[in-house]
C-alpha cells in the first residue's frame, strides 16, 4: 500500500559509507597534518562545486560565471574582516546574506533565452564583477589583492595556526552544514519540482509548477553557498585577491563538477578531490602545461560520454545510446 | 570624433570576420563551439611564420590562411566534432573549451608567450587626415584596408547566401535541419562545408588581425567572449545580424574606451546583459524559423 512511499524514502536515507566519508575528512587534519592545508583548500571547492550542482545538475541551468558568487563572498568577508570586525563566524554570515542578495538579483538574467543566453549572462556577470573589484581600487585593491587581513579566533577559541588545521576543520565544519542542508533540500519536494523543470519545462509548468519562481529561489541558494565557499577561502588565507572572480575559476569549477558526475552531491566531492589530485601532480611534472592535460581530460572525457567514464565495458561496441539533448 | 568611429568600424568589421564562422555553426548546429578564437589563432600564427620564415608577402598569406585553416577546420568537423552534435549544451561547451585550452597550451608549449608581430608593407603603414578640429578623421591605411576586404567579404557572403543554390540549401538548413535533409539536401555536407569556410574565415581574421588585436597564445580565450557577444546579440538566424553586432561592439567598445577609460570594458559587458534581458534571443532575430 506504502510501497511506492517507501522507495522514495529509500533514495534519501543516509548510508553507512557516508559517515565513514565525513569522519574520514574530519580525522585527516590530525592523521596527516602536512596536507592540512590541501583538506582545507579541497573542502572549500568541494563546497563551491556542490552549490553550483544545485543549478547545473539539479536544475540544468548552465553557468559559466558561478565564480561571481564566490569572488563576491570572498571580497565581503575580507572587507567585513578589514573594516567592520575580525571574528569569522559573523563574516561568513554576512557574506552569505550578501552573496544570497546578489543571487536573487542576477537571477532576474537567467531567467529567459536559450542554454546560450544563459552562458552569456552568467559569464558576463562575473566578468562585470571582475572589472568592478579592478576599477574600485580604492575599496578592493585593484590588482594587487586586498591585504591587511586579520582574521579572530573562530567563536572566539580557536585561532588559526599556521598549519591550517584549524582552518581545515572550520571549512569542513561549515561544509558540513551547508551539505546537510542541501541534502535536504534536494530531497525534499521542492528539490523533486527542481528535477521536473530539468528535465522537461513544459511540462512542469503543464503540471503546475511555478518555474520562474522556483528558478530564481534555488539561484538564490547557490549564490549563497558559492558566498560561503568564496568566505570561507578569504578567511582561511586573510587575502582576497581578482582571480576568485576569474573566468578560470568558473570553468575550473564545470570541470571538477562533471569529472565528479552531476545531480548528485557527492559529486562536487569527488571531483574536487580528483581535479586538485590531479593539478597537484600534473603541476609538479609540468608546471606551466597543466591547461593542455586539463583540456585533453576533457575533450576525452567528452567524447567517451560523461555518463560513461566509470563504465569502461561501455567504451567499446557501437556509438551507443546518446544522451537526450 | 570620426577618428574613433572609423576606428570602432574597423575593429567591428574585423570581429564580423572572426564571428561569422560562429554564428552559422550554432545557427545549424546548435552548436556552442567555444574553440572558434582558436582558429584564428591558428591564422595569425600561420602568417607570422610565413612572413618571417618563409618570406611570403603578406597579400598572399591571407588567402593562405584561409585555406589552411579552412582545410584544418574540416578535418577536425569530420573527426571530433560531428560525434558531439547530439550531445547536451554542457558538453559541447566543455569540449570546445578543452579544446580551446589544448591549442592555448600547444602554442605556449611550441612557440613561446611572448607576443608575435606582424611587419606590414610599406603601403599600408602610415595614415591619411581629412579635415580638422572636433571633426577631423584620421585613417590609418592599415585600417582602411582591413575595412575593404571586410566590406568585400561580407558582400559575397551575402551573395552567397542569397543568390546560389548552396546559399539556399543552407538557408533552409538553418531553418529546420529535419524538414531540409527530408527534402533531399544532405546537411552533413552542407555543414562540413560551412564549418570549413567559417574556420577559414576565423583564420583570416585572425591573420587580418593580428596588428590590431595583438597575437599570443592567451587569443582564443580573450577573445571568446566578444564572439560570443557578437553571436548572441546578432542572433544566429541572418548574417545581417551579427554584421550590426559587431559594428555596435567594435564603435562602443572603442568609444568606451576613449571617453571613459576608467570603466574599461564594463560598459561593454554591462551593454550585454541588458540587451539580452530585453531581448534574449539577440536584437536582430527574425521571426518564425524555429
Redesign the interface.
Known amino acids: 500500500m506504502m510501497d511506492f512511499q517507501s522507495t522514495l524514502l529509500a533514495k534519501a536515507r543516509w548510508r553507512p559509507w557516508e559517515f565513514v566519508v565525513w569522519l574520514a575528512a574530519f580525522a585527516l587534519p590530525l592523521l596527516w597534518p602536512s596536507r592540512a592545508l590541501m583538506v582545507n583548500e579541497i573542502a572549500i571547492v568541494a563546497l563551491f562545486a556542490m552549490s553550483l550542482d544545485l543549478i ?1 545538475g539539479y536544475t540544468g541551468i ?1 553557468s ?1 560565471g558561478h565564480a561571481a558568487f564566490f569572488g563576491f563572498g570572498a571580497y565581503v568577508a575580507a572587507l567585513f574582516a578589514k573594516l567592520v570586525m575580525p571574528d569569522p563566524t559573523v563574516g561568513l554570515v554576512v557574506a552569505i546574506v550578501l552573496s544570497g542578495l546578489l543571487g536573487a538579483v542576477a537571477s ?2 537567467i531567467l ?6 544563459r ?3 552568467t ?3 562575473a ?2 564583477l571582475l ?2 573589484a ?2 574600485l581600487d580604492w575599496l578592493t585593491g585593484g590588482a594587487d589583492g586586498l591585504q591587511g587581513v586579520t582574521m579572530g579566533p573562530v567563536l572566539g577559541f580557536f585561532d588559526f595556526d599556521l598549519y591550517g588545521r584549524v582552518a581545515a576543520w572550520y571549512s569542513l565544519a561549515v561544509m558540513l552544514l551547508l551539505f546537510l542542508f542541501m541534502r535536504r533540500l534536494v530531497h525534499s519536494p521542492f528539490g523533486a519540482t527542481l528535477k521536473a523543470v530539468r528535465d522537461n519545462r513544459l511540462r512542469a509548468m503543464a503540471i503546475g509548477i511555478p518555474v520562474m519562481s522556483r528558478l530564481s529561489v534555488i539561484y538564490t541558494v547557490a549564490a549563497a553557498i558559492a558566498g560561503a565557499a568564496g568566505a570561507l577561502l578569504a578567511q582561511t588565507t586573510g587575502f582576497a585577491s581578482l582571480d576568485v572572480l576569474a ?1 578560470d575559476r568558473s ?1 575550473d569549477l ?2 571538477m563538477l ?1 569529472i565528479g558526475g ?1 545531480g548528485w552531491l557527492y559529486g562536487g566531492i569527488v571531483g574536487a578531490i580528483i581535479f586538485k589530485v590531479l593539478q597537484d601532480t600534473l603541476s609538479t611534472v609540468t608546471p ?5 592535460w ?6 576525452l ?3 567517451i ?2 555518463d560513461r567514464l566509470f563504465k569502461p565495458w561501455t567504451w567499446f561496441g557501437g ?1 551507443g545510446k ?2 537526450k ?1 | 570624433m570620426l577618428t574613433i568611429l572609423f576606428d570602432g568600424i574597423a575593429y567591428g568589421m574585423l570581429l564580423f570576420v572572426l564571428a561569422v564562422g560562429l554564428a552559422v555553426t ?1 545557427g545549424l548546429m546548435n552548436f ?1 563551439n567555444l574553440a572558434h578564437g582558436a582558429f584564428a589563432m591558428a591564422g595569425g600564427y600561420l602568417t607570422v611564420f610565413a612572413m618571417q620564415k618563409l618570406g611570403i608577402p603578406f597579400l598572399l598569406c591571407l588567402p593562405l590562411a584561409f585555406i589552411v585553416v579552412g582545410a584544418v577546420g574540416a578535418l577536425l568537423e569530420r573527426t ?1 566534432y560531428r ?2 552534435y ?10 570546445s ?10 602554442v ?2 611550441f612557440v613561446g608567450s611572448s607576443q608575435q608581430n606582424i611587419q606590414l608593407p610599406e603601403w599600408l603603414r602610415g595614415r591619411t587626415e581629412i579635415g580638422d578640429g572636433a571633426l577631423m578623421l584620421g585613417m590609418g591605411h592599415y585600417r582602411l584596408f582591413i575595412i575593404a576586404i571586410c566590406a568585400l567579404l561580407t558582400v559575397v557572403l551575402q551573395l552567397i547566401l542569397s543568390k546560389t543554390s548552396f546559399g539556399a540549401r543552407l538557408r533552409a538548413a538553418v531553418d529546420d535541419p529535419r524538414v531540409a535533409a527530408g527534402l533531399g539536401i544532405n546537411v552533413n555536407v552542407v555543414f562540413l562545408l560551412t564549418f570549413a569556410v567559417g574556420s577559414g574565415l576565423a583564420g583570416l581574421g585572425g591573420a587580418l588581425g593580428a596588428e590590431i588585436l595583438g597575437l599570443d597564445p592567451t587569443f582564443p ?1 580573450k577573445y571568446m ?1 566578444y564572439f ?2 557578437v ?2 546579440v546578432g542572433g544566429t538566424s541572418s548574417i545581417t545580424g551579427p554584421l550590426l553586432a559587431a559594428l555596435l561592439l567594435g564603435i562602443a567598445d572603442v568609444a568606451g574606451k576613449y571617453f571613459i577609460p ?5 560598459t561593454v ?2 551593454l ?2 541588458l540587451i ?2 530585453w531581448r ?2 539577440g536584437l536582430f532575430t527574425r521571426k518564425g524559423g524555429r
Open positions: 547545473l548552465v559559466l532576474v538574467t529567459r533565452g536559450t542554454d546560450l543566453t552562458l552569456m549572462v559569464l558576463g556577470t566578468l562585470l572589472e568592478l579592478n576599477k573566468f570553468a564545470v570541470v562533471v552531476v606551466q602545461y597543466w591547461m593542455f586539463i583540456g585533453l581530460i576533457l575533450v572525457l567528452m567524447l560520454g560523461r556509438a546518446a544522451v539533448p | 550554432l556552442i571530433l560525434p558531439m547530439a550531445k547536451p549544451h554542457l558538453d559541447q561547451v566543455l569540449f573549451i578543452g579544446l580551446a585550452f589544448m591549442a592555448v597550451a600547444a605556449d608549449f580565450l567572449i560570443l557577444i553571436v548572441s576608467k570603466m574599461g570594458a564594463f559587458y554591462l550585454m546583459i539580452l534581458m534574449p534571443q
